[in-house]
């Protein structure tokens, strides 16, 4: 099943494909529940820390399975030391959470690797109780960070109509947990006449998520679609800026 999603930034809605090697960024994702827990899922593409991630193969399954246990825990701590740079969480009031995510290796969305192409990403989970007294969770990208940073919400697993999409020095907007079991879900996506449902172009990612899985979308199957193209352009050129000088 495939899955269509569309992003809102700076004026221009653009759709992410896998037929090119998209510039990779962070995804984040909290699901709140009705028992008064939430979940924290971050994705780390091995790809951010290339020296170009815009032209960088992705790790996969086959190559890790070359890899030695001390390479792969390596990776795993700079995927960790990568995501205490690029995701802050904010709250309302101040200092409420300090969410300690525990890594581990899957492919995107949080499944198993079962194919040899299966690309790596390095996948932060973080599971507790909603803190006493929180009345709003939200994420910031800080500066010197260098990718952008996607942010879903979910309540029981079922995508919510808001995101953010952040760039670095950027804050999304506060989610009040006490309010999520009243927010617009995403949209679904309608039944093919094969019983598979057809792509949909929505303001986040499916709108059921199956319980345990990633919140994140899936970036790495979805094509590209532009419109206003210049929004790709200033990125490439702005990735380029970081780029240390040869």
Known sequence: MRWQVLFFSYSSWVAISASAHPLPDVPVGVDFDATGHMTIKVEIDPRCWAA??????YTTKAVLEQQSQIDREALLAKAKDFASKSVEIVTEPPGLLAA???FALTTVTDRPLEKADDPV???GTWRGPVPQGLRGLGFRAPKPATMAVVVHHYYQGRG???FAVLFPGETSF???PAQVASMPLAVEPAAAPDGEAEPVADAGVSAAAPS???VAPKLPWIRIAV???GVLLALAAWMRSRRPAA
Not at 52 to 57: E, G, I, M
């Open 121 to 123: 990403v390095a996948t």
């Open 52 to 57: 170009d991630p815009n032209t960088a193969p």
């Open 227 to 229: 419109a206003g193209g």
């Open 160 to 162: 919510l109509e808001r």
């Open 100 to 102: 300690n995510l525990t």
């Open 212 to 214: 345990g899985t990633s």
């Open 174 to 176: 506060l989610i009040d």
